[in-house]
């Protein structure tokens, strides 16, 4: 007889009660999501009620207790949206030097969440009063219980409609100008049937010249955009048919309106600070994607004559504004900025999706070379290629010129000059942390810096660019982004894999030209001029463009007049016989080691850079330009630019002596430049075939320096030549 066997486990009938015991134990954490699912995605909003104030009261009424824990993932930037908003009314407060009193209205504040966070980034004292207004009793109930215990004296909760809200500080409830220092809307916007009459309400009660109201919220958008559009700029605001079609559905099913209706009238009624469009994929990434935007405006009642003139510069035509389709003018977020109006604007045109992101993250054009030849006086008007602003910004503390006319097509280089101006402007950056950005290039928690003390002093384009791309540059090594940044990091590699990494320090810190030389001739130059390397690198056209920025035009230019390997070899032998990258010569120690050093690095990184920069009316002479050369030349004033560094711009054209671009660039320099005005380049070749069009256009054209194997040109050396062209 054989043993009885033990019957298998049923596994079927015990998982049940496993799911039942989880959901008994984790009960507290389960019930407010349980709710939140039910009420917002199962429980439509206040079906059968006619009133706003009753679907409220019966749509959050089961769930009010547990808001906050289930909107965090849902209802996201509102703590960057309050950042920005007591950063940029500080700030605006300050330039303005009003001591008028500071109101804060929250608009369907809810629990007081907002005000609450906002204590952590400035104190509520900070405020001379702060009303929440909301007709939702549930939610406002619990605001109420917030707030006691917080024992705030000057906050106060209002069960008011938004269309018709009055303060207790206006007369028999008579709406009062000016009366309101900030107003916020934190996903209630959509939620408000008659928002014209809020919006309305809010334009007329604010302060014209120091009021603010900022808007978080979910939204759509069509793929097209008018001349408007593109002016207030906004980049990743365009929505794909099916994202607009699901997402106006979906949510209203709860009465919530997520169409381009509202937003458009913020942006009719309200001149535009600040535009940040981004996706919310807290639910599944790269799949589930809410659009959401984060908007600051100003009255446009305030005035910004400042701004408009600020923009036009000689020419009858102020180039800063434009006409909309309906004839009406299109003023962009540049006239309603806080900061300097340094940065023109510029309108998102399709030759601006070429770039991804700046190509040079440093400049590699001497300034003290320039220096040299330039004789800058206070009152010259120049113009330059604005690369990574280094040497606009030399220029600016050396020589003072009247005005600094900085232009690059790429917008992302003009975002890397706007982030170092701002960080000038800004009271709260020290030079340690300034050096930190830019100096070592690694900056913690990046992030808040930007939207505490960088943002109002930036455009809405920069902006939205270092809020995207700005953690990632700075928290390990900002030099090793952008195109540059490829091309450092192929030689750091390079110098790995073959053993020569703790070489390359020494060769940074070499004291003497001689132990400096010494380890070049031995340990790098074998590797760096390497025939594979070079033949397989440095004559590779997409290896050129997108490691060193060197287009195929160029390239072609070296390539004429001799082999990659005698233009590698003619740029770095004659540096290290001449110039310590110890304390001499930065361009290469970055290169090398990834960052500056105090000993050695750009002008504006020296302390007494950085204060001069600061001194009154240093910065009012630059102007950001993101446009041709040819394009901010035909908007100047005949004779009115004295002098003009274009790098070697010219180049990147066709090899052609009747190019139709490079003709139409020097006649408008001709026609633009003051007699004896001059025009300075560096170029790749030692004759390059476009100093002939100058020469047509009533030029005297000189070449000041060339190199050869035993000469630089200067501290980069990375050029064959250095020209002149003088007007007569």
């Known amino acids: 007889m ?38 917002c995605f199962l429980r439509p909003l206040g079906v059968g009620l006619e009133d706003q104030k009753s679907r409220l009261a019966s749509f959050y009424k089961g769930q009010a207790k547990y808001y906050d824990a289930t909107r965090s993932g849902l209802l996201q930037g509102r703590e960057t949206m309050l950042k920005l908003s007591a950063s940029h009314v500080l700030a605006l407060r300050a330039a303005k030097k009003t001591a008028d009193p500071l109101i804060w209205v929250d608009i369907g504040g809810g629990t007081g969440y907002n005000i609450e966070i906002m204590d952590k980034i400035v104190p509520i004292s900070t405020f001379d009063a702060v009303y929440l207004i909301d007709l939702c009793e549930p939610l406002i109930d619990v605001a109420r219980e917030r707030f006691e215990k917080k024992g705030w004296k000057n906050v106060h909760v209002l069960c008011q409609d ?53 808007v978080v919220d979910f939204y759509t958008a069509a793929q097209g955009s008018t001349v408007h559009q593109r002016a207030l700029g906004g980049a990743n605001k365009q929505c794909s048919w099916i994202s607009r079609w699901f997402w106006q559905m979906w949510f209203e099913f709860d009465h919530i309106h997520v169409g381009p209706a509202r937003r458009a009238y913020l942006e009719h009624k309200f001149g535009t600070v600040k535009n940040y469009n981004d996706r919310n994929a807290f639910l599944i990434p790269f799949l589930v994607r809410i659009p959401y935007y984060i908007w600051i405006g100003r009255p446009r009642n305030c005035d910004v004559t400042s701004q408009i003139n600020a923009f036009n510069f000689g020419s009858d035509t102020p180039p800063s504004i434009l006409s909309d389709e309906d004839g009406s003018l299109s003023l962009s977020p540049a006239h309603y900025t806080i900061g300097k109006p340094l940065r023109l604007p510029f309108y998102e045109q399709k ?45 600016a503390i050396h020589g003072r010129p009247r005005a600094i006319h900085c232009v690059d097509m790429n917008p992302a ?31 913690a928690n990046f992030i808040d810096l930007l939207d505490h003390h960088l943002a109002p002093y930036m455009s809405s384009p920069a902006y939205a660019f270092w809020r ?41 810190a070499a004291s003497t030209i001689e132990e400096q030389t010494q380890i070049w001739e031995t340990r790098l130059r074998p590797i760096l001029l390497n025939p594979l390397i070079l033949g397989k690198l440095f004559e590779s ?35 290290i016989r001449n110039w310590l990258l110890k304390d001499d010569n930065y361009f290469y120690l970055l290169c090398l080691l990834g960052h500056y050093t105090p000993d050695s690095c750009p002008a504006y990184l020296t302390p007494q850079g950085f204060d001069s920069l600061r001194t009154e009316g240093t910065l009012d002479s630059l102007k950001l330009h993101t446009e041709s050369i040819s394009c901010v030349l035909d908007k100047m004033a005949p004779d009115s630019l004295t002098k003009a560094v274009i790098m070697d711009h010219l180049d990147w054209f066709d090899h052609d002596l009747e190019n139709t671009a490079v003709i139409e660039e020097v006649s ?61």
């Open 541 to 575: 056209g997409i290896v050129c463009w997108n490691a060193l920025g060197v287009p195929q035009n160029q390239l072609n230019m070296v390539l004429n007049e001799g082999t990659c390997a005698e233009y590698v070899r003619d740029t770095f032998d004659p540096l």
């Open 668 to 728: 408008l320099f001709s026609s633009r430049l003051k007699a004896g005005g001059e025009v300075y380049w560096r170029t790749a070749a030692k004759n390059p075939w476009y100093s002939a069009v100058f020469e047509r256009h009533g030029f005297k054209v000189s070449r000041i320096s060339v190199r050869d194997h035993d000469t630089a040109i200067d501290r980069v050396n990375m050029y064959a030549s250095f020209w002149r062209a003088t007007k007569l």
């Open 351 to 395: 030759v601006h999706d070429d770039f991804r992101t700046y190509i040079y993250s440093f400049t590699w054009e001497d300034p003290v070379a320039d220096m040299q030849h330039l004789n800058i006086t206070p009152d010259d008007t120049m113009l330059v290629i604005t690369s990574a602003g280094d040497n606009a910004l030399h220029y």
């Open 468 to 508: 995207q791309r700005g953690a990632r540059s700075f928290d390990k090594a900002f030099y090793s982004h952008g195109y540059t940044g490829f091309a450092l990091g192929i030689a750091q590699a390079l110098f790995a894999i073959t053993g020569r990494s703790k070489d390359v320090k020494n060769f940074c």
């Open 162 to 214: 938004a269309t018709t809200f009055t303060l207790p500080s206006w007369t028999n409830g008579r709406l009062r100008k000016d009366s309101i220092g900030l107003a916020t809307m934190s996903y209630s916007l959509s939620m408000i049937p008659d928002y014209h009459r809020v919006i309305d309400r809010l334009d007329a009660a604010l302060s014209a010249d120091t009021g603010l109201l900022s």
């Open 413 to 443: 280089q003009g975002h890397l000059l706007e982030l170092k101006l701002a960080a000038i402007q800004s009271p709260a950056v020290t030079h340690e942390i300034f050096w930190s950005l830019f100096g070592s290039g690694k900056r």
């Open 2 to 39: 054989s043993p009885p066997t033990e019957a298998p486990i049923n596994l079927s009938s015990i998982f049940p009660l496993a799911v039942v015991f989880v959901a008994w134990w984790f009960r507290d954490v389960i019930r407010p999501y349980a709710r939140f699912i039910f009420h």
